[in-house]
């Protein structure tokens, strides 16, 4: 019989603490192994129990959920799912969290430190856990960060690049995006992001990139050079040289999806669509990357060794959609060899 998952609760509300906890407890996979009120609690604990999965407020006093993070995965890398209010600052520290190396996030319903509809979303952290539980930390995984990029020869024209990545894709994409040169075809992004979320990643990529980077609108006019981000509870697609967001029902249960976007860059844009699928969990992007190859596209799929979780590469791979597999170090110079022909 299979260990339960040892699951540490960091918040600074005795009333959070009980309640997380309690959901945590209440399925049969896990154990609560401690809690925590602050980040200095958090780092001890951390240290002393080896829980295999931290929940970790943002908002702490004395040191917070930032210096926390920080803490922890420079001594004790272990998975980290951040719990986050739903206003402007607190996606802009989220952002910086998965920058850092939490595996996920998970909004507070209300938008406020202490939510009392925490209970909304006990089934997502329950799965939000399970997938931390089978991921690997980042840190140790990155042999190396944003490699010097070089100039594509010759930008194919009318092409398009396309990313998806879902449970460990901000910070992947964090480490590839900076890498890339300026001069670029459209690049469109999903990540599997809630609403009130994306405005924030985009806006986190843009101060990194030599490009621009954007949350995408509807019927946002395609440029080069640009990335397109698509927002929380909407499916991209791209259409006669325009963005159109939808709300048809989800796709593998979530919205945007992968699939999608990449679907609508292969009918677009035919051979000249470079599809790239990095870390997540379950197959969403599968089936696109294959338009995409069956279309004469070119497609970058990341290896086993970096994914935080090897689901959606996988899945891919499984499927004949991976044209080259390589780790996620090594996947902006794959797009630029592509991109220069």
Do not use: W
């Amino acid at each position: 019989m299979r260990r339960p998952i040892r699951v540490l609760v960091v918040d600074d509300s005795a009333l959070m603490r009980r309640m997380i906890s309690d959901m945590v407890s209440s399925s049969p996979d896990f154990v609560v192994v401690g809690t925590a009120r602050d980040g200095g609690e958090a780092i001890e604990k951390v240290s002393r129990l080896k829980p295999d999965v931290v929940t970790l407020d943002v908002e702490m006093p004395r040191i917070n959920g930032i210096e926390a993070l920080t803490h922890i995965m420079m001594h004790n890398p272990t998975p980290v799912i951040m719990l986050s209010a739903l206003t402007k600052e607190g996606a802009e520290i989220t952002m910086k969290a998965l920058e850092l190396g939490a595996v996920d996030f998970l909004p507070k319903p209300g938008g406020k430190s202490i939510s009392l509809g925490i209970e909304q979303v006990r089934e997502e952290l329950i799965k939000k856990l399970k997938a931390a539980a089978l991921s690997r930390p980042r840190r140790l995984l990155m042999k190396q960060r944003r490699p010097p990029s070089a100039h594509i020869r010759r930008l194919p024209e009318n092409s398009a690049l396309v990313f998806g990545a879902s449970t460990g894709g901000p910070g992947t994409l964090m480490d590839i995006l900076p890498a890339l040169p300026e001069k670029l075809p459209p690049v469109f992004i999903v990540q599997h992001m809630p609403p009130g979320f994306t405005a924030s990643f985009a806006s986190r990529l843009n101060t990194l990139t030599k490009f621009e980077v954007k949350e995408a609108g509807d019927g946002d006019v395609v440029e080069p050079g640009v990335g397109y981000v698509a927002p929380g509870d909407y499916h991209m697609e791209v259409r006669r040289g325009r963005i159109r967001l939808n709300q048809q029902p989800r796709l593998h249960g979530v919205r945007p999806a992968v699939d999608v976007t990449m679907e609508s860059a292969a009918r677009n844009y035919g051979s000249r669509t470079v599809g790239v699928l990095l870390t997540g969990m379950g197959c969403d992007g599968a089936a696109g990357l294959k338009k995409i190859r069956e279309a004469g596209g070119r497609t970058i799929v990341e290896s086993e060794e970096t994914c935080v979780v090897f689901g959606m590469p996988k899945a891919a791979i499984e499927a004949g959609a991976a044209e080259i597999i390589a780790p996620s170090y090594r996947i902006a110079e794959e797009i630029r060899k592509v991109l220069s022909g």
